[in-house]
């Protein structure tokens, strides 16, 4: 900044802090009569716009033209905000409507003088300052700070100016979510408070995708616009009930994947692949948070396993690595949450509560998403089927929903000693079943074979370190007896199909 700008960016914030001291200190010593002082406001804010049109004339005055002018509309916008907020002289609707035009007025003018800083001067002398007139951060206060994003549009797509779009959206979301904040501890208006933050998040999305499509700003900005206008509505759930808290998260993922869905099929030569993503991702934080609203507790493990399920669906169908994250996300988190109530590591550790059918359920959604999930990255070339390292993990996940479910299904018929020891019994021997058959398919896929051996390794290692330990009796005799007989005639098996590709 030069001299002259940081001169003329001082006079008019201490111009603007006048005018709030005008119609809010006044107020509170009783100076003047109200209609004096929103009058004053007024007359003082026209009169800046005027000097600033005469200034703007002359060669050498444009920097002092723009800060004179974002001063006086500034200045009109507040008047306005103290003669709603205040004195109450205008309905609130009214209110919004008038500060609409006031500032769609001083960006019309910045956007006709092709200058940006007149432009976030007025957005953010407005934004700044609406907090001391207003109070709190209420409903009308955030619909004030919308009008700005909204007679900003026009303007920021026209030019495409970085600065007017962080001007006019960051203060928006960070109103709405102190206004979250402020709701939950003075509770009075929190319905309202949850319908003014869901639209300025739902506007917010509409204006970082307008922005990346339309505009000429940087895919940075845009990204951070568009990831950061869900928040307010997300953290809004405490302000209301149950059911509307669902529909708001609901609202947000369904504008969010709407988004998603318009980047990769209609707009794809104007949306960037990391903008169309980052609606993706924040789409399924979004249903992550619907699912644990609307959900019981007791079901967010199978909410949550289903739809890593249908994610990993429609990404074997629509080849989309970034559906495949999603599932990803969505099936780790169930599995996590599992882990706690549905298919806990105690229950194969010791005899413990049944689990019911939700148990095998579970167990077998986490066993399909453990497998579903890497075959659908193999088949778009995200994971080679090679990098046997890659599939140790989906392997671990693999085994332990398939214990979990055999030892819940078996707890169905004897939820005793009996049919701990038996379900121990039933899977080591589907371990050595399943090592056998990767490596009877294996003998022409090496990865095929490292994998039957790896398991194998882990079935023996669970036969003499864990069985041989837990189980007693005849249990222990019927688990080496199978698992050996299992062998001798996998062995023999094997040793005929390798003779014959000799």
């Not at 940081?6 to 107020?27: E, I, P």
């Not at 109200?34 to 060669?59: C, D, F, N, S």
């Not at 004897?414 to 121990?424: E, I, P, S, V, W």
Request: aromatic share 6%; charged share 10%; net charge positive.
């Amino acid at each position: 900044m030069t001299t002259s700008q940081v001169l003329a960016v001082a006079g008019g914030a201490v111009t603007l802090l006048g005018v709030v001291f005008l119609l809010v200190l006044a107020a509170q010593q009783g100076w003047l009569t109200p209609r004096l002082r929103v009058g004053g406001g007024a007359l003082l804010g026209a009169a800046l716009i005027g000097v600033a049109m005469w200034v703007h004339r002359r060669p050498t005055g444009k920097v002092g033209a723009y800060a004179v002018a974002a001063t006086g509309f500034a200045a009109l916008h507040l008047t306005v905000v103290a003669a709603t907020a205040l004195y109450a002289y205008l309905p609130k609707l009214a209110g919004l409507g008038l500060g609409l035009l006031v500032a769609g007025a001083g960006l019309a003018l910045a956007d006709r003088w092709r200058a940006q800083g007149p432009a976030i001067g007025v957005v953010v002398g407005c934004a700044a300052c609406a907090p001391l007139i207003t109070g709190q951060p209420d409903a009308l206060l955030v619909g004030f700070l919308l009008v700005l994003q909204v007679a900003a549009a026009p303007v920021q797509l026209r030019h495409g100016w970085r600065g007017l779009a962080l001007a006019a959206g960051i203060p928006c979301v960070l109103a709405a979510l102190v206004a979250d904040v402020w709701a939950l501890t003075f509770p009075a208006d929190g319905g309202t408070t949850a319908v003014a933050v869901l639209v300025v998040s739902l506007l917010g999305v509409v204006a970082a995708v307008v922005t990346a499509g339309f505009g000429r700003v940087d895919q940075v900005t845009a990204i951070g616009l568009l990831v950061a206008a869900p928040a307010p509505a997300l953290l809004a759930a405490p302000l209301v009930e149950r059911t509307n808290a669902g529909l708001i998260a609901a609202a947000v993922a369904v504008v969010l994947a709407a988004v998603w869905v318009v980047g990769r099929y209609v707009l794809r030569e104007r949306l960037t692949r990391a903008f169309v993503a980052a609606a993706g991702g924040a789409a399924a934080v979004a249903a992550v948070q619907a699912t644990m609203i609307f959900i019981d507790p007791s079901a967010w493990a199978t909410a949550l396993l289903c739809e890593a399920l249908l994610l990993t669906l429609g990404a074997f169908s629509l080849r989309s690595g970034g559906v495949l994250v999603g599932a990803l996300a969505f099936g780790a988190f169930g599995s996590v949450i599992a882990l706690f109530h549905e298919v806990p590591v105690l229950a194969l550790l010791d005899v413990a509560e049944p689990r019911g059918i939700v148990g095998v359920l579970v167990g077998l959604m986490i066993a399909a998403v453990a497998l579903l999930v890497p075959l659908t990255a193999v088949r778009l070339e995200v994971l080679s089927r090679d990098s046997t390292g890659l599939w140790v993990l989906p392997g671990i996940v693999l085994l332990y929903g398939t214990a979990g479910a055999t030892m819940a299904l078996v707890q169905l018929f004897r939820d005793d000693r009996t049919g701990f020891l038996t379900a121990h019994i039933l899977i080591t021997l589907s371990w050595v079943v399943a090592a056998i058959a990767l490596l009877l398919r294996g003998i022409r896929r090496t990865h095929l074979r490292v994998a039957g051996m790896v398991l194998m390794s882990v079935s023996l290692a669970k036969l003499f370190l864990f069985d041989l330990a837990t189980l007693d009796g005849f249990a222990r005799v019927a688990a080496f007896l199978c698992a050996g007989l299992v062998l001798l005639a996998a062995g023999v098996r094997y040793a005929r199909l390798v003779s014959a590709q000799g």
